[in-house]
Nanobody, 127 residues
């Protein structure tokens, strides 16, 4: 499985941006998916995770109420809708998938060894 994140760019604080992560292969629906981010000089951090069916989602407190994750298994794509972004959301955003972990386990921190990681997409939020 290969993951390709896209949709990053420059956005003003309070605006909106939607990231996409397209997966190759036929097994996308068997992967719990997550979005992560890494700002300069900081460790990669969890943003949000979604279960295989899309029925369960888990958010970091810092983005809860502003970001929304969704997935379309027919299109092999997971999305991250970023509303009201803040300058502190500036980071490289990565998507990742795992066949064994649950979305809750990803939320609980078991994400460093996830099966597949996409290349990141830069999001810059201007004030």
């Amino acid at each position: 499985v290969q993951l390709q994140a896209s949709g990053g760019g420059l956005v003003q604080a309070g605006g909106s941006l939607r990231l996409s992560c397209a997966a190759s292969g036929r097994t996308f629906s068997t992967y719990a998916m997550g979005w992560f981010r890494q700002a300069p000089g900081k460790e990669r951090e969890f943003v949000v995770a979604i279960s295989r069916s899309g029925g369960s989602t888990y958010y970091a407190d810092s983005v809860k109420g502003r970001f929304t994750i969704s997935r379309d298994n027919a299109k092999n794509t997971v999305y991250l809708q970023m509303n009201s972004p803040k300058p502190e959301d500036t980071a490289v955003y990565y998507c990742a998938g795992d066949a064994s972990l649950s979305a809750r386990q990803i939320y609980e921190g078991y994400f460093y060894g996830m099966d597949y990681w996409g290349k990141g997409t830069q999001v810059t939020v201007s004030s």
